[in-house]
């Protein structure tokens, strides 16, 4: 059974854009990517699953839960948090450990205070006297306190140090290394690639790619910087068809490949060059690539 | 539900004690000024004849010439600072949820957690009823601690307080349930309280112009006040069984769609 499935599934504003034809399987134990730009369908997506919207058509599940008409049920097993967390103002550590376990009917402090202490957060401090950096915080470790089997993460490293990043990263690790699935919704492309393996992207609303993240960095062009012996050789070179140039400056040019770096290889091989360096493909690069495709129709 | 109660709890103690010492302040100073203000009322007609009709809608009675110690007693519970306390408290409190969570954003965190809308919902009234018989039962402290010491002719009678207590707390009923039924089709809460605002303005304002004009007076039946009528109840000595049932009735109607509203709509804060 898959930990997060919906089928179908789309949410329709009116004249506003939704999502259209969401297909997603997210397999337990996995840390899956989900990414687009601000007003993709992302949130709209996740609240569906949350139970907050209903969808217009489609289905979700959640462990097997309806989201919409078994909702309840589908969050005791969620831990879920947002980027622009707020929470209540009178809420303290201690407070918001004792409230949110008694909504679970389950102790959460020992775990919730181990987080506490990795992600540094004192526990007297009211949410009202918080950073922006540490409601975040607040926020994580009451959406991973319980040991959720399914963790709902929208953009969650909003106001989160580099370091801190690092902590919740490896708590995430650590919850997929257990078996419990993690659904990381984000638009920085860097902390998807270090911690997915499997990403969708999302844009106008539907999924444009559910793959790999290897099989989609092999789909993404390279860049490659040639330095020929000079400048001369440089200019009357003959590019083969698979070959972009992008600059061009005295002996150093810039290219793209599309497709295989071993058949470019090849042709370099004869070719008066003294220095060669071919980039692995990013994210970055793949996502870009399909924000580029949807012109000239797209929105 | 423990969760639920124990956040309205830490979220309405303050503002609810605040209200409860308030409504006592007033219910006091009304029980002491009340029976000599009102002992003079004679005159005061004659020289503002306004007064009389305004206090006709008020009481639900005519007061005739001169006010009798019942209706002097009477006139402290519809008085509209007594009113106007209770009714904020009950705009204040029931558009918290969801109107008040959607618009600060807070329902995301709330409805992440395992809790169904219909548990929120009844977990709200729960607080909300309890909020109102504390208000009430310090408030009427009070006029007791008050009546004993300072005007013995406003001291009530058990029964007699019992009854109004009865009406008072149905039309307490009647308007948090609809508060409550506006908050859940509301995304922002200023809206909501304006709306509820405005209603009850309406219903209140409706009572007096039935008084001063003619065509009026067949939509009085629509004034909350209509069904509120402690000087009836002092009167008669009887429970007003009727206008109980009609505040009551309306209550539960506008508590149920409230309760189906919220559970069929979608949240949305971004």
Known sequence: ?299 | MRGLLFKIYLETRWPVFCFGLGLAFIMAVLTWVLPTVLGDIEQIFKTIPIIKPLITALLGVNPDSELSAQMTQAFLWVHPTVLSILWAHEIMYCTRSPAGEIDRGTIDFLLGLPVSRWKLHCAETVGWLISGIVIVGIGILGHILTAQRFAAEMQPSLRVVVFILCNLLSMYVAVGSMAMLVSAMSDHRNRAIGVVFAILLVSFLLNFLAQFWKPAQPWARLSILEYYRPAEIMQTGMMPWQNITVLLMSGLTFWTSAALILRRRSICTV
Not at chain 1, 36 to 54: D, E, H, M, Q, Y
Not at chain 1, 123 to 140: A, E
Not at chain 1, 164 to 190: N, P, W, Y
């Open chain 1, 1 to 299: 059974m898959s930990a997060i499935e919906t089928q179908h599934l789309t949410k329709s504003y009116g004249a506003r854009r939704g999502i259209r034809d969401i297909e997603l399987s997210v397999n337990p134990g996995e840390i899956f990517g989900f990414l687009g730009p601000n007003g993709a369908g992302k949130s709209t997506t996740i609240r569906v699953l949350l139970g907050f919207l209903k969808a217009s058509s489609g289905s979700a599940t959640i462990l097997g839960h309806d989201c919409w008409k078994d909702s309840t049920h589908a969050r005791q097993v969620i831990g879920y948090v947002s980027g622009d967390i707020r929470l209540y103002p009178w809420l303290t550590l201690d407070r918001a450990l004792k409230f949110v376990g008694l909504v679970r009917k389950t102790d959460i402090r020992p775990f919730g205070l181990e987080l506490a202490e990795r992600f540094q957060l004192e526990r007297h401090v009211p949410v009202g006297r918080m950073s922006k950096g540490n409601r975040q915080k607040l926020g994580l470790i009451l959406a991973l306190a319980h040991r959720p089997q399914v963790a709902i993460l929208d953009e969650p490293t909003s106001g989160l140090d580099p370091l801190m990043q690092d902590v919740l990263g490896e708590c995430l690790r650590e919850m997929a290394d257990e078996g419990r699935t993690v659904f990381f919704s984000s638009h920085t492309l860097s902390e998807v690639e270090t911690l997915c393996k499997r990403i969708a992207i999302v844009r106008d609303g539907s999924i444009v790619a559910c793959e790999d993240l290897d099989t989609l960095r092999n789909q993404a062009p390279r860049i490659v910087r040639i330095t020929f012996e000079s400048a001369i050789a440089a200019s009357s070179v003959q590019w083969p068809d698979f070959v972009r140039l992008q600059q061009h400056r005295k002996a150093v040019c810039e290219l793209q490949i599309n497709g295989s770096a071993v058949k470019f290889i090849s042709w370099a091989a004869g070719q008066p060059i003294v220095d060669i360096s071919v980039s692995r493909p990013n994210l970055e690069t793949v996502f870009r690539k399909f924000y580029e495709d949807r012109q000239p129709g797209g929105a």
